[in-house]
């Protein structure tokens, strides 16, 4: 990493989940809903912290183990160099 920090902002996540969930759709919306089930979460309780800016990262780690996704890549939107695509 250099010398700038690297800032994860929530918006940057749900776009990310927007495109591993759309990719094995036929382009169906995603709504705030539906991310917040995916990420096991109440949808009045991700709007709050969507309105906040609070990253649930708990639930975030657990739905890219579930998923196979590399997390760094959900947080940064970089992959690791270990990271082998099947």
Same mark, same amino acid.
């Given at each position: 990493?250099?010398?700038? =920090?690297?800032?994860? $902002? #929530? =918006? ?6 927007? #495109?591993?969930?759309?990719? &094995?759709? $036929?382009?169906?919306?995603?709504y705030d $809903?539906?991310? !917040?089930? #995916?990420?096991?979460? %109440?949808?009045?309780?991700? !709007?709050v912290i969507?309105? @906040? &800016?609070?990253?649930?990262?708990? =639930?975030?780690?657990? *739905?890219? *183990?579930?998923? %196979?996704?590399?997390? $760094?890549?959900?947080?940064?939107? =970089?992959?690791? @160099? ?5």
């Open positions: 990493m250099d010398n700038q =920090e690297k800032t994860i $902002k #929530l =918006e940057h996540i749900i776009k990310r989940i927007k #495109l591993t969930v759309q990719t &094995g759709t $036929k382009s169906k919306k995603i $809903k539906d991310i !917040a089930l #995916l990420l096991k979460l %109440e949808p009045q309780y991700f !709007a969507k309105k @906040r &800016g609070k990253i649930p990262y708990k =639930e975030l780690a657990a *739905f890219c *183990f579930d998923n %196979e996704i590399d997390l $760094k890549w959900m947080l940064y939107g =970089e992959t690791t @160099r270990n990271t082998v695509v099947v």
